[in-house]
T-cell receptor, first 114, second 108 residues
Framework: NAGVTQTPKFQVLKTGQSMTLQCAQD?????MSWYRQDPGMGLRLIHY???????DQGEVPNGYNVSRSTTEDFPLRLLSAAPSQTSVYFC?????????????FGSGTRLTVV | GIQVEQSPPDLILQEGANSTLRCNFS?????LQWFHQNPWGQLINLFY???GTKQNGRLSATTVATERYSLLYISSSQTTDSGVYFC??????????FGTGTRLTIIP
């Protein structure tokens, strides 16, 4: 049981390049989300999905695209990288039951845009 | 707007000490979570606690929803407890909002 797998772990991009951060989970969770964490700050929600085919914007969606074609995968696309997108990116999946809600996070992708 | 405030921002304790971390939030919550981010960056979900009290080993959490605050207690601290503790809330819109965290350092 791998949990939430994020790839790559590290990436350096030039301004204007595009790339996709991959996220896959094997827990059959309906809810998945992407966050960014900047130095000294908490995590901020970029986009989330409550199930295959359904996505919505979080707090900081500009410059990012997502899609959810399967329950397992939730890739995050950077359309045209900017230095302001230098950050650590975390993907999470969660279960939601009447008795509780629990989250599993991936190990993160450290992205530098030069 | 939505606010989640944590205090203190930093806490340095000797191994074996107890600590209390606080999270204040600005509105009624559907979902309140506590997370621990270890020094290597990994985030672990500690508690789901929109109200009431829960305990898990040396850690316990209490949320008083009517007064809009939650407390995380760590007893008999160990060096492995070091890291950043985050409170995060969902005000009913499926969007989790994180506080800025409390950085805990346990000295051997």
């Amino acid at each position: 049981n791998a949990g939430v797998t994020q790839t790559p772990k590290f990436q350096v991009l030039k301004t204007g390049q595009s790339m996709t951060l991959q996220c896959a989970q094997d827990m059959n969770h309906e809810y998945m989300s992407w966050y960014r964490q900047d130095p000294g700050m908490g995590l901020r929600l970029i986009h989330y999905s409550v199930g295959a085919g359904i996505t919505d914007q979080g707090e900081v969606p500009n410059g990012y695209n997502v899609s959810r074609s399967t329950t397992e995968d939730f890739p995050l696309r950077l359309l045209s990288a900017a230095p302001s997108q230098t950050s650590v990116y975390f993907c999470a999946s969660s279960y939601r039951l009447p008795g509780g809600v629990g989250y599993t996070f991936g190990s993160g992708t450290r992205l530098t845009v030069v | 707007g939505i606010q989640v405030e944590q205090s203190p921002p930093d806490l340095i304790l000797q191994e074996g000490a107890n600590s209390t971390l606080r999270c204040n939030f600005s509105d009624s919550v559907n979902n309140l979570q506590w997370f621990h981010q270890n020094p290597w960056g990994q985030l672990i979900n500690l508690f789901y606690i929109p109200s009431g009290t829960k305990q898990n080993g040396r850690l316990s959490a209490t949320t008083v929803a009517t007064e809009r605050y939650s407390l995380l207690y760590i007893s008999s601290s160990q060096t492995t407890d070091s890291g950043v503790y985050f409170c995060a809330v969902d005000f009913g819109n499926e969007k989790l909002t994180f506080g800025t965290g409390t950085r805990l350092t346990i000295i051997p």
